[in-house]
């Protein structure tokens, strides 16, 4: 019995886990504090893929698609600096709540200045997890490992999976704990490439890979499945047990949180 517990506090010791955090658990200052305790609880909870801020509200806008809007207006040469402030004032009021004291006018003074200079869709629209990997690995005390160093894709636009491997392992072995933005990595030649919408979710599992984790948690922000869509049911109740055959069943009938 003895041996058995020596072996599993060395397993336990040993764990690596990915946590993998979406927009809305990310969405603002009083996310991410549910966010660092939930990694807190846990110490092989080591490295975590993050998303960029979601809707805080129901008729609150993502920051991706406010980026994409700003892309648009920029290649029709429509001012976009409304745009765009109001993004660097949501990541203003996660900076200043969790006083992180990050300097993020320049970070938007340089974003400004590749889209004055023909910045693409896909580097405009990678910037929400960019920002928010920086935020929140500074809020954690964790490395902050930029995905278009580690994460790669071919000319044809496809993941260049050998290299993205060995790149990942070797980078986050060094870092120890580490936070990798979501969605985006680049080719050979250094320029952004994206995956599809909710594409920080492939990034989670393409870390996990590289870094043969024994669990890859993908987090959501709500306490459980439940049994009627909240919006039109009120206070539903969790359901207590769910098989893996039924939840499929769910989603393709179209539930949007598993
Ligand atoms: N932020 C991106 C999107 O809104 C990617 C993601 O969240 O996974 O699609």
Redesign the pocket.
């Known amino acids: 019995r003895f041996m058995d517990e020596c072996l599993y506090l060395y397993m336990e010791e040993d764990m690596k886990k990915i946590v993998k955090f979406?927009?809305s658990s990310l969405a603002d200052a009083n996310q991410f504090k549910k966010v660092k305790d939930i990694i807190q609880e846990d110490e092989s909870r080591k490295f975590v893929v993050c998303?960029?801020p979601?809707k805080r509200h129901g008729k609150d806008n993502?920051?991706?698609?406010l980026l994409l809007m700003c892309y648009q207006l920029a290649s029709h040469d429509l001012g976009y600096e409304e745009v765009l402030d109001q993004i660097e004032m949501r990541f203003q009021s996660i900076n200043d709540e969790l006083d992180l004291g990050i300097a993020l006018d320049f970070l938007f003074e340089e974003i400004k200045h590749n889209i004055e200079n023909g910045a693409s869709e896909a580097y405009l629209?990678s910037r929400?997890?960019y920002l928010n990997g920086i935020l929140l690995a500074k809020y954690l005390d964790f490395e902050f490992v930029d995905a278009c160093e580690v994460i790669k894709f071919k000319e044809d636009g496809r993941l260049n999976s050998e290299l993205t491997e060995e790149l990942l392992s070797e980078r986050l072995k060094k870092a120890g704990n580490a936070v990798v933005p979501?969605?985006f990595g680049s080719d050979e030649e250094g320029n952004i490439v994206?995956?599809?919408?909710?594409?920080?979710?492939?990034?989670g599992s393409i870390v996990a890979d590289a870094i043969h984790a024994d669990l890859y948690e993908n987090w959501t922000d709500v306490p459980g499945f439940l049994i009627a869509d909240p919006n039109i049911v009120e206070n539903p109740e969790p359901m207590g047990k769910v098989t893996h055959k039924e939840l499929r069943e769910l989603s393709y009938m179209g539930a949007p949180v598993i």
């Open positions: 979406g927009g998303s960029a979601g993502k920051v991706t698609d629209v929400g997890e979501g969605f994206t995956f599809s919408r909710g594409g920080s979710d492939i990034t």
